[in-house]
């Protein structure tokens, strides 16, 4: 087991990587929490799978409560929160009790705001069940669910005690769900770590069949990739516009097909392309570079037609992203692999032009 520490001004923790690592758990937790309320926050799916080995690890003392929540995004609302505020209260949950967040993405954003707010803050603990959640939403103390105009709107900072990622419980992963994580994975190889872009070069296909020592790896180098920009954005702030490489073309896609259609690591993958194409038409990105990254997306199947995008609209939707400032839309961008720069974008024609490749694709 690897440990990667989070160290911020005002918190540190460690985030604990490893396969096959789930009977450490219990020693780990009565390392940093010692109260006797714990609550387990999770889906039935999810549970049904892995939760067994969690519950096996918790104190045999301590009270313990499961609340599931729905499967999916839909979960990330005001009902759903509600729910478990209820749940909490009716349990008798006092100040110093402990919320652990078992699951993807969308647990750990719920059950990480249900932390932050519940009697003013109780603690968390994040055990992350998916590749993305193991890379990337588990890591930097994000936390929020949505509202009916707009997904990630009501939100809070809220670090864990600790994250917890065991990469065997990715073994019962869709492939899809796979794939997903892979796009952020791939988007730190680009943005910040040319050694990992070249270790996928070498073994993305093993990484799509999980590949267990193969994942475990990359969740490795990539949590230690999102710790580093967390910890320097607190020093260079907006520095955590980096991870939105791909994301600003990627966002259009999603709120153009509504999200149901395109799932957002598909959506990152494409992205990324586009981003690609604009920076090497601009002129900042050698044609060689350009295609080398090309070919590594290429490798990465997506579901998604896009031969009748419209990159007229795209570009339309780019425009109203909410992270527009001044009418100036603002890129992350590659100058070579793992060196990534910011720029703002003069000619909107450019952005038109690296949508279309997504016709040709
Ligand atoms: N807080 C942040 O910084 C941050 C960053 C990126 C994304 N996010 C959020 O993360 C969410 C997406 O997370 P996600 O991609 O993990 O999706 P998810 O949480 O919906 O999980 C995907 C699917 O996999 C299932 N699943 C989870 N673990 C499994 C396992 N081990 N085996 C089999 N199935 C399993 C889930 O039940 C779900 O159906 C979005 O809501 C997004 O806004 C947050
Ligand atoms: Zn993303």
Known sequence: ??????????????????????????????KYYAGRQIAVITNEHIFNLHGAGLMDQLPKDAEIVTLFVPDGEHAKSFEHLQNLYTRL????????????????????????????????????VQYP???????????????????????NLIGAF???????????????????????GMGEVIKYGFILNKDLFEYLERNLERALQKEDEVLRRL???????????????????????????????????????????????????????????????????????QRRGMELLNRVPVKFDSSAVDPDRLVERMALDKKVKDGKIRLVLIEQIGKYFFHSVEDKNLLKHAFGILKKD
């Open 1 to 30: 087991m690897r440990q990667i520490d989070v160290d911020l001004k005002y918190c540190k923790y460690p985030v604990f990587v490893g396969s096959g690592i789930t009977n450490d758990f219990g020693n780990i937790l009565r």
């Open 89 to 124: 209260l009716e349990n008798h949950f006092e100040r110093g009790s402990l919320i652990i967040a078992f699951g993807g993405g969308v647990v750990g954003d719920l059950a990480g705001f249900a932390a932050a707010t519940y009697l003013r803050g109780v603690q968390l």
């Open 129 to 151: 069940t998916t590749l993305l959640a193991q890379v990337d939403s588990s890591i930097g103390g994000k936390v929020g669910i949505n509202h009916p105009l707009g997904k």
């Open 158 to 180: 809220k670090h864990p005690l600790f994250v917890f990622s065991d990469s065997r419980l990715l073994q019962t992963l869709p492939d899809a769900e796979i794939r997903c």
């Open 219 to 289: 969740v490795l180098i990539s949590a230690g990739e999102k710790a580093k920009v967390v910890m320097r954005d607190e020093r260079e702030s907006r520095l955590r516009m980096v991870l939105n490489f791909g994301h600003t073309f990627g966002h259009a896609l999603e709120t153009e097909y509504h999200f149901s259609e395109i799932k957002h690591g598909e959506a990152v993958i494409l992205g990324m392309k586009c981003a690609l194409e604009f920076a090497a038409d601009s002129g900042f990105l050698s044609k060689q570079e």
